[in-house]
C-alpha cells in the first residue's frame, strides 16, 4: 500500500531562519498533498496543499514543492517565528479515485528559538 | 456553515469496558467521514472510512468498528476496549469530494486504564 515517509522527525532553528520538511511517497497515482500543523493537545490544521498539476505553491511565509518524477515534495518555512512552533505532518491522497483517503507521513516537530 | 462535532472530549475507561465515540458533521450533505486515532506522540493512522450510510471500509483489523447510522453521523465503538486502544481519536471529513481537503473534529482524547 501507499506509504509516506518524513523527514527530519525534529528540527530546531533560530527565530528568523527557515525550515524545510521532507517527504517521500510510493505510489505513483497520489495526486494531492497537503500538510497539517498540529499544535499540543488540538487538532490537525490544514495549512497549505498542492496538486500533482502544480509544482510549487506560496502562501505567505510558506511554501510547497512537488516533483513528480522523484515522488517527493517538501515544506518551507521563511522566517520562522516562536508560534511556527508544532508538529507538521504530510500526508498523500489519491483524490476521489481513493475515497480522498490520506496516508500520513510520520510528523517533524519543529521548535523555533527565540 | 459547516463545522464537525465530536464528544466526548475526554474519557477514561477500564480495560475490558466497551466504548462508543461520535462525530456529527452539519451544514453540509452526503460527507466522507473518517476515523484517524494518534497515539502520545505519534501520528494520525486511518482506521475506518465512510462514502455514505451504512458503508464503512476498515483500514486496520483491530477490536473496533464504525457505523454510519445517519448521513451526518458516524460513530466508532468497541466492545471490550484494550490498554493500546488509548489515544486521541480525530473524525474528519471531505467537505467537497472533488477538492479532497479533508478537515478533523477536535478530537476525543481516550485513556483506558
Known amino acids: 500500500g501507499e506509504n509516506v515517509e518524513q523527514h527530519p522527525s525534529t528540527l530546531s532553528v533560530q527565530e528568523g531562519d527557515s525550515a524545510v520538511i521532507k517527504c ?15 499544535e499540543l493537545g ?38 520562522t517565528q516562536p508560534e511556527d512552533s508544532a508538529v507538521y505532518f504530510c ?11 490520506l496516508i500520513f507521513g510520520a510528523g517533524t516537530r519543529l521548535a523555533v528559538h527565540p | 456553515s459547516q463545522t464537525i462535532h465530536q464528544w466526548p472530549a475526554t474519557l477514561v475507561q477500564p480495560v475490558g469496558s466497551p466504548l462508543s465515540l461520535e462525530c456529527t458533521v452539519e451544514g453540509t450533505s452526503n460527507p ?11 501520528g494520525l493512522q486511518l482506521l475506518f472510512y465512510s462514502v455514505g450510510i451504512g458503508q464503512i471500509s476498515s483500514e486496520v483489523p483491530q477490536n473496533l468498528s464504525a457505523s454510519r447510522p445517519q448521513d ?11 490498554l493500546s ?20 473534529g477536535p478530537g476525543t482524547r481516550l485513556t483506558v486504564t
Open chain 1, 24 to 38: 517521500t511517497y510510493s505510489d505513483s497515482a497520489s495526486n494531492y498533498f497537503p500538510w497539517y500543523k498540529q
Open chain 1, 42 to 79: 488540538k487538532r490537525p490544521q490544514l495549512i497549505i496543499d498542492i496538486r500533482s498539476n502544480v509544482g510549487e505553491k506560496k502562501d505567505q511565509r510558506i511554501a510547497v514543492t512537488l516533483n513528480k518524477t522523484a515522488k517527493h515534495f517538501s515544506l518551507h518555512i521563511t522566517e
Open chain 1, 91 to 101: 500526508a498523500a491522497s489519491k483524490g476521489p479515485g481513493g475515497y480522498n483517503k
Open chain 2, 32 to 42: 466522507n467521514l473518517y476515523w484517524y486515532r494518534q497515539a502520545a506522540g505519534r
Open chain 2, 72 to 82: 451526518r453521523q458516524f460513530i466508532l465503538s468497541s466492545k471490550k476496549l484494550l
Open chain 2, 85 to 104: 486502544d488509548s489515544g486521541f481519536y480525530l473524525c474528519a471529513w471531505v467537505p467537497g469530494l472533488q477538492s479532497g481537503e479533508q478537515y478533523f
